[in-house]
């Protein structure tokens, strides 16, 4: 599912974090940039993980964003509030579309591992309502998790489309709805009753719909990824499910990811900030540049992402220039240079 922004000079903002993000996305080929600050160390410095200068300029006059990766701490920080969750949210950006494609060992043949995590962004526990209180038990801690139709139907909608435009056109619901069966039930029969919905016109008819329990689903994950085309689920599982299946093509810092909603996108690396490694020249940068690439595809530019993709494949499938995450000794800047000569 894709759309094209009005034919014009694409400005595209790359929020600066910490730890490696910096490292990786200030490297991303060919591309001019306008920085705006987000992440923990602009809120130890200024009071606010998000300054309402960078959501504006978000929202106004930009086309496209790069979002680097970003630390939250472990511990309850009172003010503090994660970014990316805030932007999704401010921006609308209810979709988190996260290939996870392993590199054939050929040109010709198929990857082992070709699937779409599609992630609901907006809702589940992420909308952050805890409580603490005491009772007789000591400290009770309670969450709320929002499922609604409505983000529920945008979700699988993005969903649908996205495995009607592959090859296996198979889409698979997570769910845990045999013990939640409100809030994941609604979830379920939301997206299962979307190729009946008025309007569709049996436009999703040629697309086989399945459903898997969110455990076994991960298990099936690691034992037969095959089996697995487009994955749709809210917003925790897609979390989990995605970052699990980094591991089944080498690393996080090779899985992309793009934010997207009816309007907007933005692109953001699966993984974390590492900042053990900043500064180093030592950060994975293919992440990034697989999800410019995809934030590319994403706005109808077809053409300019395969050629990305496929530089990024030739690089990984030689070996001899990776960083260490992937057993190599090579610099980040070292794998750009690489990955630009091929593009």
Do not use: W
């Not at 009770?140 to 592959?166: P, Q």
């Not at 037969?224 to 689920?233: C, G, K, L, Q, S």
């Not at 309007?263 to 999800?291: C, K, Y």
């Amino acid at each position: 599912m894709a759309f094209r922004a009005p034919f014009r000079t694409y400005v595209c903002f790359l929020m600066f974090t910490q730890g490696p993000g910096p490292d990786a996305c200030s490297s991303i080929p060919k591309t001019e940039f306008v920085d705006l600050l987000a992440g923990f160390e602009c809120f130890t410095r200024t009071g606010n993980a998000l300054p309402v200068e960078t959501v504006e300029a978000l929202q106004n006059d930009c086309s496209c964003a790069m979002f680097g990766a970003v630390s939250s701490p472990s511990r309850k920080v009172v003010g503090y509030s994660s970014p990316i969750v805030a932007l999704r949210k401010k921006l609308d950006l209810y979709a988190n579309i996260r290939p996870v494609t392993s590199v054939a060992s050929s040109c010709e043949d198929k990857p082992a591992v070709d699937l779409v995590v599609v992630r609901e962004n907006t809702e589940c526990l992420y909308v952050k309502d805890e409580t603490q209180t005491v009772g007789p038990n000591g400290k009770e801690a309670r969450a709320t998790r929002l499922i609604t139709e409505r983000a529920s139907r945008r979700i699988g909608e993005m969903a649908l489309e996205i495995a009607r435009s592959r090859p296996r056109k198979h889409l698979t619901i997570i769910h845990k709805s045999n013990v939640l069966s409100i809030t994941d039930g609604l979830f379920r029969e939301t997206v299962r009753g979307i190729p009946a919905l008025p309007g569709a016109d049996g436009k999703y008819d040629g697309v086989m719909v399945a459903e898997q329990l969110v455990d076994s689903a991960v298990y099936r994950l690691f034992r037969e990824p095959h089996i697995y085309d487009v994955m749709v689920a809210p917003n925790l599982y897609g979390d989990i499910i995605s970052d699990a299946a980094a591991a089944l093509v080498g690393s996080l810092g090779l899985v992309p990811s793009v934010n997207a909603g009816d309007t907007f996108v933005m692109g953001e690396p699966v993984h974390g900030s590492a900042p053990d490694i900043a500064g180093q020249n030592i950060a994975n940068p293919l992440a990034a540049i697989r999800s410019a690439a995809l934030m590319l595809r994403h706005l109808g530019h077809v053409d300019g992402a395969d050629r990305i993709e496929h530089a990024v494949d030739e690089v990984v499938r030689e070996g001899k220039c990776l960083t260490p995450d992937l057993g190599g000794k090579s610099k980040t800047t070292e794998v750009v240079d690489e990955v630009v000569k091929r593009i």
